[in-house]
């Protein structure tokens, strides 16, 4: 493993179904986030964390949660996915504070009917 | 929080210079950054500048700072195909870890 993987590349789900998007990082970045990429709105925060074991909401993490429970998985659950929930969703990590680059991984295109 | 604004599209012929433009709302942003995205691809930084410069130059590459209008613009010399991408702005505070990121910018080329 090299950099950060995402796990699924394309999910289809049907709505009301439990999803987990994992993320995984191999260059003991203490920083990682999940963004999501909607067509005109850019990427969007949904929950981050600084360091292993703590987690922070971002710009909007309603109906998703996140747990940080070592350095390297950053996994994102939608409970109960809702079709406003179809995205492209991003998972990236960063060393420390400071200047440092954010690396970003290649992204799962979910999809919720 | 912070509030970034692209355009969404720009077209450019080839051989010509592209300049993505970028505004931003939080004057405390301590570095500022440009990242490319191909399509399907995750983000790729690009450059970046400290608040405290006015310009920096990176081979075709050419990102100029303007506090005091908190306007950030990214030239890209002699533009090629393969610079066919989207380009994001980017701020973030020193000791804020998160990246507030602009709309982005669709760049296409015209042969």
């Known amino acids: 493993i090299a950099g950060i993987t995402q796990a699924p590349t394309s999910q289809i789900l049907a709505a009301g179904r439990r999803m987990t998007l994992r993320c995984t990082q191999d260059?003991?970045?203490?920083?990682m986030y999940w963004y999501r990429q909607d067509l005109g709105l850019g990427l969007r925060l949904i929950h981050y964390s600084n360091t292993a074991g703590t987690t922070g909401k971002g710009e909007v993490p309603d109906g998703y949660s996140v747990s940080r429970a070592n350095t390297d998985d950053f996994p994102l659950t939608l409970a109960s996915a809702v079709p406003s929930q179809t995205s492209v969703y991003f998972c990236?990590?960063?060393?420390?504070?400071?200047?440092?680059?954010?690396?970003f991984g290649p992204g799962t295109r979910l999809t919720v009917l | 929080g912070e509030d970034v604004e692209q355009s969404l599209f720009l077209s450019v012929r080839e051989g010509d210079s592209s300049v993505i433009n970028c505004t931003y709302t939080d004057s405390s942003s301590t570095y500022l950054y440009w990242y490319k995205q191909e399509p399907g691809a995750g983000l790729q930084l690009l450059t970046y500048?400290?608040?405290?410069?006015d310009m920096k130059q990176d081979q075709r590459l050419t990102v100029l700072l303007n506090k005091k209008d908190k306007h950030l613009s990214l030239r890209i010399a002699d533009t090629q195909t393969g610079d066919s991408a989207i380009y994001f702005c980017a701020g973030v505070n020193f000791g804020n870890e998160k990246l507030t990121f602009g709309t982005g910018t669709r760049l296409t080329i015209i042969p």
């Open positions: 990236a990590s960063r060393k420390s504070q400071g200047y440092n680059e954010q690396f």
């Open positions: 500048i400290f608040s405290n410069m």
């Open positions: 260059m003991r970045h203490n920083a």
